[in-house]
């Protein structure tokens, strides 16, 4: 015990030394009350509007140790995608577009798993789910992914149609991150299957149309996208369920 | 009663974890032997309600584990200590026992002074402020305990708790189960038997999924009494000996 030794005498003598503690004061509950305020984390404001808006501090302290939302990984971030803008001024072929969804699927695929949670198996027994950390976590590393792409986007002047095309291929590519990372509880084998999908389609619409934005342009795609993305999110909401047995 | 097992087996694709056990425990220390792969993790996991039984029905702290409000709720007054427990290396040990506390929503402004009392009841207070990275094995472990008594749980599920203690440690934390036995009911599976003898006031042994002993520790030296089984203590006789009682029966019928 670094507290007070409780064995002290703490009674004070009828002769009144001053700095003793009267006979009625517990000194281990006072030592406790000193260390809760000596060791108490003060969150940041990140962390205070987290806990506002979603109305749980638990959650809000599960989403701020997100490896994909830590400040490295943030500034790693912006400086892929302000190389993308720079690249795309430089040569005029939009990679910001191409380079958003790649980016978003790889940090919705660190964001949540037991590849990447070391206390994965305590969280799990934990009142606040293990779900609902995923959800937040998910959708905050989006739209965070979503607002550095678009400002990048919107920096490198590209059209209408790329700055916002690549919104509903990055929802896929993310989900398929998120799914496979998920089933095969691993964020390495999540980001393969995220980029390795996302490098196919691409390519496969340059080989089509001739075109590299046609994966991000192509108004046909958008079905496509939205139903790999409903699919691999209900993949990932059924992965995380709490596994039955089988009798 | 506040834990409650009826017939509750577990199947891990062919293997069979956990076949039929059946368990009632109030308040007071319980303690769960076996050898390896005798199923106790897999026991203390269900009742973590981390994974569910195959069959037969669970009640923790009068609640049904299987639907969802009953499931949080147990969670909220639970405590449990994982046998591999993962630490975050850059969380230090008040931070990392806090972040449980949250995790189990208890009220943010009790938080504080919950911590400080778990550090404290693990001995830890000289390490609250020390990055998890930078401690021994024993005081990882110490520091689990400390999250995993944070809430102050009504069922505590501990997991090899001693496993890396040193023996002054393992005295100490001998002491604190028997306190927190007092209000709550303390799940231990331990393979080291004097653990058992020192600490809890029921034990059951299991082998092959199976309990093969319910009772005291009293209960189980005398099963050993006479019968020239191997240990160095009476208990670890009576352990011995209903063990290979349950070998020798499983043979019979095999």
């Known amino acids: ?247 | 009663m506040n834990v409650q097992i009826t017939e509750v087996t577990r199947r891990f694709g062919r293997t069979q974890a956990v076949a039929g056990v059946s368990l009632e425990t109030g308040p007071g220390v319980f303690g769960l032997l076996g050898p390896n792969g005798a199923g106790k993790t897999t026991l203390l996991r269900m009742m973590a309600t981390v994974v569910p039984p195959s069959s037969g029905s669970m009640r923790l702290l009068g609640r049904d584990p299987g639907s969802y409000a009953s499931r949080k709720e147990i969670r909220r007054r639970l405590g449990y200590l994982p046998q591999n427990l993962g630490y975050y290396p850059g969380f230090t040990v008040a931070e990392f026992v806090e972040y449980f506390a949250l995790l189990k929503e208890m009220p943010a402004g009790q938080v504080p002074r919950a911590v400080a009392a778990a550090v404290e009841r693990v001995d830890l207070g000289g390490k609250a402020r020390a990055k998890l990275r930078t401690l021994s094995g024993g005081m990882l472990r110490r520091a689990g305990i400390a999250q995993a008594i944070v809430n102050d749980p009504e069922l505590l599920l501990l997991d090899e708790p001693t496993a890396g203690l040193d023996p002054e440690q393992r005295m100490v934390f001998r002491g604190l189960l028997r306190d927190l036995g007092q209000r709550s009911t303390v799940v231990v599976s331990t393979h080291l038997v004097e653990d058992v003898g020192a600490a809890c006031s029921q034990v059951a042994v299991m082998n092959e999924g199976q309990v093969v002993f319910h009772g005291t520790p009293a209960d189980l030296t005398a099963r050993g009494e006479g019968t020239g089984a191997a240990g160095d203590a009476p208990l670890e006789r009576g352990y011995s000996s209903v063990l290979a009682a349950a070998r020798s029966s499983l043979a019979a019928r095999s």
């Open chain 1, 1 to 247: 015990m670094t507290g007070p030794d409780t064995s002290w005498d703490v009674t004070g003598g009828p002769d009144g030394v001053p700095g003793r503690a009267p006979s009625d004061v517990d000194m281990n509950q006072v030592w406790l009350g000193v260390a809760a305020q000596v060791w108490r984390r003060r969150p940041d404001l990140p962390e205070r509007l987290a806990g506002r808006l979603l109305r749980s501090p638990g959650l809000a302290r599960a989403l701020v140790v997100t490896p994909s939302l830590l400040l490295a990984w943030v500034i790693a971030s912006a400086v892929v995608l302000a190389a993308g803008t720079a690249a795309t001024l430089g040569t005029g072929t939009p990679y910001v577009a191409l380079l958003a969804p790649a980016v978003a699927g790889t940090g919705i695929a660190y964001a949540y798993g037991p590849g990447i949670d070391p206390a994965w198996e305590l969280s799990r027994s934990m009142a606040i789910s293990d779900r609902m950390v995923l959800l937040v976590r998910a959708l905050a590393v989006f739209a965070l992914n979503a607002g550095l792409g678009l400002v990048a986007s919107l920096a490198s002047g590209a059209a209408a149609a790329v700055t916002f095309g690549w919104l509903v291929p990055m929802t896929a590519v993310s989900a398929l991150a998120l799914a496979v990372a998920t089933v095969a509880r691993s964020a390495n084998v999540g980001v393969v299957a995220g980029l390795g999908g996302w490098t196919i389609t691409v390519l496969s619409g340059r080989a089509a149309s001739g075109q590299f934005t046609a994966a991000v342009t192509s108004s046909a795609l958008v079905l496509p996208y939205l139903v790999v993305a409903a699919a691999c999110g209900a993949i990932a909401w059924c992965a995380t369920r709490i596994p039955r047995g089988t009798p």
